[in-house]
Nanobody, 115 residues
């Protein structure tokens, strides 16, 4: 089994920055993709950013130029640097890691951006 633990969420004013971290532990062999989704109240969960083992990245259009995803394979950790935050970025952020045919999910961390 694999466990993912997120940290770094909180309350920030619009225009501010936060950095989310997600550390994986357990039966880890090799994660093919790691990333972040988010879910705002009353909305569907959406992909925010993802990074492959080779370092290729993918971002939602709404966060391009503001968010940066990175991963440290030695630490089995994925990060999300969020800059120029907007109130519409308010959501619960979930990290995930794909291993084989299984996706593992963290418990979620709240990000709230005040106007």
């Amino acid at each position: 089994q694999v466990q993912l633990v997120e940290s770094g969420g909180g309350l920030v004013q619009a225009g501010g920055s936060l950095r989310l971290s997600c550390a994986a532990s357990g039966r880890i062999f090799s994660f093919n993709s790691m990333g972040w989704h988010r879910q705002a109240p009353g909305k569907q969960r959406e992909l925010v950013a993802a990074v492959t083992g080779g370092g290729s990245t993918n971002y939602a259009d709404s966060v391009k130029g503001r968010f940066t995803i990175s991963r440290d394979n030695a630490k089995n950790t994925v990060y999300l640097q969020m800059n120029m935050l907007k109130p519409e970025d308010t959501a619960v952020y979930y990290c995930y890691a794909g291993q084989g045919r299984t996706d593992y999910w963290g418990q979620g961390t709240q990000v709230t951006v005040s106007s």
